[in-house]
C-alpha cells in the first residue's frame, strides 16, 4: 500500500528483510535513489530511450506509432532534457490520464465574505505580530482546505481508493496541495486536517511549500493523502480540468477569483467569485453526487459558519 501510494514499482525494490521481503524502508530508500537519481525505473528508463514519445509511442496500447519528426528541418531548434521530477511524475500523470474515467465539474463559489474575514484576520495578525505574535497569515487555500475536509465528510466515497472490486474509506484527512517549484509540480501534504486550524494550516503550507522549492521534501511528506487541492490563483485563468492523482478518487482545481455582478433578486451586487473545477474518477462518483459536493463546498466557503454543523 505504502509503495502504491508513492508509485513504486515493487518489483524493480530489492527486499533487505527476511528471505528478501521488502520493507518499509526498502520503499522508502528506492524513492530517494529514485530523486536523486542514482536509480532509474523501468517506466523512466523507457521514457529516456530516444524512441518518439519518450515511450514505444502508443504500440503496447494498440495506437499507431508516435510521429517521427525531424524537426530541424523546419528552422533552428534546441534540445532539453526534462529534470528528474518531470520524468518521474510524468509516468505516473500519463498512467493516470489514461486508465481513471475522468469526469470534471465546473461551479462558482462566492467567498465575498470570507475573502473579507481573511483580510481582516490578516490585519489583527500584523498588530500582534508587532508585540510578539507569531505573524502567521493565513491563505485562502488554508479555508479552501478546511472547507474540503467538511465536504468530503459528508461525501465520504470522495475520501476513498479504489482496491480490486472493493472502496476503501478513509477515516482520516489527508490533503496534498499543488506545489509550484523550479523543478516542476510537487505535492506536499498536510496530514490530518480535519484536526488542525486555519493557523497551524497555513503555517504548514508555507514550511513545506518551502521545502518543496527548496528541493528538500521527503517521500513521506508527500505520501499518503486522500484528496488534492490544484491551486492557479496566483496565477490566472478561470478553469481547468486537473488530472487525478491516483490512488485518490478525485482532485479540486482553483483559479484566481474575479469580481462579477451577481443577481441577489432586486438588483446586481459586485461579489467576489472563485471558480472551482472537480475532476473525479467516473468508477467511483457518479455526476449527481459530483455536482452536490461542489453545490456544498460553495455553501461552506459562502458563509464558513457551516462547517460547524
Known sequence: ????????????????????????????????SVM????QTLASAAQNKPAAGGSDGGAGLGLIPWPKVDFAKFGPIERKELSRI??????????????I?????????????????????????????????????VTML????????????????????????????KQYYHIGF??????????????????????QISQEMGELAKKARDGKLSPAEMSGATFTISSLGGIGGRYFTPIINAP??????????????????????????LPLSLTWDHRVIDGAAAARFNVYLGQILGDFRRVLL
Open 1 to 32: 500500500k505504502f509503495a502504491r501510494e508513492l508509485g513504486v514499482p515493487l518489483a524493480e525494490v530489492k527486499g533487505s528483510g527476511l528471505k528478501g521481503r521488502i520493507t518499509e524502508a526498502d520503499v522508502q530508500g528506492f524513492t530517494r
Open 36 to 39: 536523486s537519481g542514482a536509480v
Open 86 to 99: 518531470k520524468k518521474i511524475s510524468g509516468a505516473n500523470l500519463l498512467r493516470n490520464a489514461i486508465m
Open 101 to 137: 474515467p475522468a469526469v470534471t465539474n465546473h461551479d462558482d463559489a462566492d467567498i465575498t465574505d470570507l475573502e473579507a474575514f481573511r483580510v481582516s484576520t490578516n490585519a489583527e495578525t500584523d498588530k500582534s505580530a508587532k508585540s510578539g505574535g507569531t505573524g502567521v497569515k
Open 142 to 169: 488554508a479555508f479552501l482546505i478546511k472547507a474540503c475536509v467538511a465536504a468530503l465528510k459528508k461525501f465520504p466515497e470522495f475520501n476513498s481508493s479504489l482496491d480490486g472490486d472493493a472502496l476503501i474509506y
Open 178 to 199: 499543488a506545489a509550484d517549484t523550479p523543478n516542476g509540480l510537487m505535492v506536499p501534504v498536510i496530514k490530518d486536517a480535519d484536526k488542525k486550524g486555519i493557523f
Open 248 to 273: 485518490e478518487v478525485a482532485i479540486l482545481g482553483v483559479c484566481r477569483s474575479t469580481m462579477e455582478p451577481i443577481w441577489d433578486g432586486k438588483a446586481f451586487q459586485p461579489r467576489l467569485m
